[in-house]
C-alpha cells in the first residue's frame, strides 16, 4: 500500500492499492472527474442531402479553379502590363492586376481548402490518447490505418475533381513568384554589368545629387564628397541604375598618411583620392567616414575601409577593398577620371567565377 500526496502541506491522502513506486518516480493520480464524453453527434446538411453535398463539392472545385485563375491573372499582368519607366499610370496598372491575380490565387486555395473540410470531410469528433511519443510497430501500423481513414473520409482519392483542382491549384500559385524573381536577375552578364560605370576618360567628378564639377582646390584636407559622374543628372533612362554603379566617395589625405599601393600612384591628385560607394560586401552605400582615423564605415554590417591603405577591409564581412577610380586633374583645376574601375564595383559574388 502507498500513500500519495497532492503536495499540499496538511492536504488529503489518497490511497491506491497499488505497489509502492521507486524513488524519484513520478505517479500518475486517478483522474477524479468523469470523462463525460460528446454530445452526439450533428450531421450538416451535406451529410444528409446528396444534392447539398454535390452542390459543395462544386463550390469547393470553383474555388480551386478561381485560384488558378488568379495565378493565370498574375502572369499575363506581369507580361502585358510592364512597368514603363516614367509613367506612373503603367506602375498602378500593372501593381493592381498583379495584385489581384495573386490575392484570387491564395484566397482561392485557402477558402477551397476551408469549405471542403467543413462541408465535406467527416464532422465527427474524435479524440486521441496522449502516449509515448516512441513509435511501436502498433502505432505504426495505426497510423497507416488512420491515413486509410481519413483519406477514405476525406474523399480525397474518390473526389478526383476536388484534387485534381487541388493539385493544379498548388501547381499554378507559385508560378508568379517565379516570374518575378526570374525577372530580378540582370539580362546581362553581371560581372560585365558591374565592371562598366559611367565613368571614362576626362568625366569630372562632380558633387551629388546638384551635379556641379569639383575642382581639387574646393577638396581641402579632412573632408569628404558625395560624387556622381559629371552628366548624369541629365541621363534620361537608366539614371537610378547608372548612379547606383557609379557613386564615388571622394576624399583629401595629408599626402604623407597615404599608403599608395603599387602601380597606383598616379590614382590619386595630391593626397585626394576616390573610392566606390558601393559596399563590396552586399551593396549597401558606404556613407560614413571617420575623418582622424580615415576610416569608412558602411552601416549595414559594420564593414570598415582604411581610406589610407587603399580602402582594405579592417573589420566586417566584407571579401575585398572599395575599387578605387582613378583620377587627376584637367586643364581647368576640375577633377576628372583616368578611366572606368579596373574591377567590379559592389557585391563579391562574381569572384567565385574566376
Ligand atoms: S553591405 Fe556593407 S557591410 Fe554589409
Known sequence: MAEVHDGAAGSEVEKHETAAPAPATAVVRADRIPNPGFPPERLRVTDLDPKKEKQAERTVSGLFLLSIVGSIIAVVAYIVLPIEEGNPGSVRLNNLFLGVGITLGLLGIGIGAVHWSKALMHGHELVEQRHPTRGSDESRTRAVEIFRESNKESGFTRRSLVRNTLIGALVATPIPAVALFRDLAPEEDPIALLKQTMWEEGTRLALDPSGVPIRASD????????????????????????????????????????????????????????????????????????????????????????????????????????????????????????????????????????
Open 219 to 354: 577638396v581641402t584636407i579632412g573632408s569628404v564628397f558625395h560624387v556622381i559622374p559629371e552628366g548624369l543628372a541629365e541621363l534620361e533612362s537608366h539614371r537610378l541604375e547608372e548612379k547606383a554603379k557609379a557613386a564615388v566617395l571622394l576624399m583629401r589625405l595629408p599626402p604623407d598618411e597615404l599608403n599608395i599601393r603599387e602601380g597606383r600612384e598616379t590614382w590619386s591628385y595630391d593626397g585626394i583620392v576616390a573610392y566606390s560607394k558601393i559596399c563590396t560586401h552586399v551593396g549597401c552605400p558606404v556613407a560614413l567616414y571617420e575623418q582622424q582615423t580615415h576610416h569608412l564605415l558602411c552601416p549595414c554590417h559594420q564593414s570598415q575601409f582604411d581610406v589610407a591603405n587603399h580602402c582594405e577591409v579592417i573589420f566586417g564581412p566584407a571579401a575585398r577593398p572599395l575599387p578605387q577610380l582613378p583620377i587627376t586633374v584637367d586643364d581647368e583645376g576640375y577633377l576628372v577620371a583616368r578611366r572606368d574601375f579596373e574591377e567590379p564595383v559592389g557585391p563579391s559574388f562574381w569572384e567565385r567565377e574566376l
